[in-house]
């Protein structure tokens, strides 16, 4: 066996050797990617081999690509009657994922970042007295919070403590949310900058898809879990667990800005701390919420 059969039959890169439009060489990689049998290959015409249209093109015309085949991606480039094959699944996996925390990522900064341009324009308007001492508190602990995101790091505070503390900074964050009800009857373990960013993203979406009232509640489920929930009153919707699918959005998100990226944060977050994320219709209207962790001794009560 010649240097170059032997290096080419123990490589991971893929190759297929073309003369006239027929098969001369097919090593075991390049086998195994486009999944046939390398016993009868050679001599056979091209499409034997190289199945998918784009690749027989690549082999006619020259060029690289990268394509999906038999649920690999597959990067490929055709030259001088030799096609390479790399698998680049994993590759493209990470790099998908990689794009997805991106997205995460910006979308967890957006509304809080439009919250501090609205307490800047309060500091404009309101150069002195107790609005702007609050104005400036409020941007103090949601640039805290953002560096605290950025490094990685939850508050540093484990003791049970009470949803209902956020709102004073959702009502200055979201446009309409001094309108929200809040009904928080129970108390919380879970990681306090983690329950704001449910909430920012829950009652957000219930102000801009749903109708009021909007009500801002825990309870307990059937199964005995503490939820803590958003309830709004508009209509039945089609299909509640596809929302939480990144970049899913509701019928009545139409012409509504936003990147279908808030439920799928939610549950991310949610089964962090252990707990799930769900939308349900009730009697009252739409609720969309989180399972908490809880102070011990609490559950049983």
């Given at each position: 066996?010649?240097?170059?059969?032997?290096?080419?039959?123990?490589?991971r890169q893929?190759?297929?050797?073309?003369?006239?439009?027929?098969?001369?060489?097919?090593?075991?990689?390049?086998?195994?990617l486009l999944?046939v049998?390398?016993?009868?290959?050679?001599?056979?015409?091209?499409a034997y081999?190289?199945?998918h249209h784009?690749?027989?093109?690549?082999?006619?015309?020259g060029?690289?690509?990268t394509l999906?085949?038999?649920g690999?991606?597959l990067?490929v480039?055709?030259?001088?009657?030799?096609?390479f094959?790399d698998?680049?699944?994993?590759t493209?996996r990470?790099?998908?994922?990689l794009?997805?925390e991106?997205?995460m990522?910006?979308?967890?900064?957006?509304?809080?970042?439009?919250?501090?341009?609205?307490l800047?324009?309060?500091l404009?308007?309101?150069p002195?007295?107790?609005?702007r001492?609050?104005?400036?508190?409020?941007?103090?602990?949601?640039?805290?919070?953002?560096?605290?995101?950025?490094?990685?790091?939850g508050?540093?505070?484990?003791?049970a403590?009470?949803?209902e503390?956020?709102r004073?900074?959702l009502?200055?964050?979201?446009r309409?949310?001094?309108a929200?009800?809040?009904?928080?009857?129970?108390?919380?373990?879970?990681?306090?900058d983690r329950?704001?960013?449910?909430?920012?993203?829950?009652?957000?979406?219930?102000?801009?898809y749903?109708?009021?009232p909007v009500?801002v509640?825990?309870?307990?489920?059937e199964d005995?879990?503490?939820?803590?929930?958003?309830?709004?009153?508009?209509?039945?919707?089609?299909?509640?667990e596809?929302l939480?699918e990144?970049?899913?959005?509701?019928?009545?998100?139409?012409?509504?800005r936003?990147?279908g990226?808030g439920l799928?944060?939610?549950?991310?977050i949610?089964?962090?701390?252990?707990?799930?994320?769900?939308?349900?219709?009730?009697?009252?209207?739409?609720?969309f919420?989180?399972?908490?962790?809880?102070e011990?001794?609490?559950a049983?009560?």
């Amino acid at each position: 066996m010649s240097r170059w059969r032997e290096a080419w039959e123990a490589s991971r890169q893929g190759l297929v050797l073309l003369e006239g439009g027929q098969v001369r060489y097919l090593n075991p990689a390049a086998a195994h990617l486009l999944d046939v049998r390398r016993e009868g290959a050679e001599g056979r015409p091209a499409a034997y081999v190289l199945r998918h249209h784009r690749l027989l093109e690549l082999a006619r015309a020259g060029g690289e690509a990268t394509l999906a085949l038999g649920g690999r991606v597959l990067h490929v480039r055709a030259e001088g009657g030799a096609v390479f094959l790399d698998d680049v699944t994993e590759t493209e996996r990470t790099r998908a994922e990689l794009e997805q925390e991106r997205r995460m990522l910006a979308h967890e900064f957006r509304t809080p970042v439009a919250g501090l341009a609205g307490l800047l324009e309060v500091l404009r308007d309101e150069p002195g007295g107790p609005e702007r001492e609050r104005a400036l508190a409020l941007m103090a602990d949601e640039v805290a919070r953002l560096l605290r995101l950025v490094q990685g790091q939850g508050a540093a505070r484990a003791e049970a403590w009470s949803p209902e503390e956020l709102r004073p900074r959702l009502t200055r964050l979201l446009r309409g949310a001094e309108a929200v009800a809040w009904r928080v009857e129970h108390r919380t373990t879970a990681d306090r900058d983690r329950v704001y960013q449910v909430l920012v993203n829950l009652v957000e979406n219930a102000l801009n898809y749903g109708r009021p009232p909007v009500v801002v509640r825990t309870r307990r489920l059937e199964d005995g879990r503490l939820a803590l929930e958003v309830v709004d009153a508009g209509g039945p919707l089609a299909d509640y667990e596809r929302l939480f699918e990144p970049g899913s959005r509701g019928v009545h998100a139409a012409g509504t800005r936003g990147s279908g990226l808030g439920l799928a944060l939610v549950r991310r977050i949610a089964r962090g701390w252990g707990g799930e994320a769900y939308g349900v219709r009730l009697e009252e209207g739409n609720a969309f919420g989180v399972t908490l962790p809880e102070e011990e001794g609490e559950a049983d009560a």
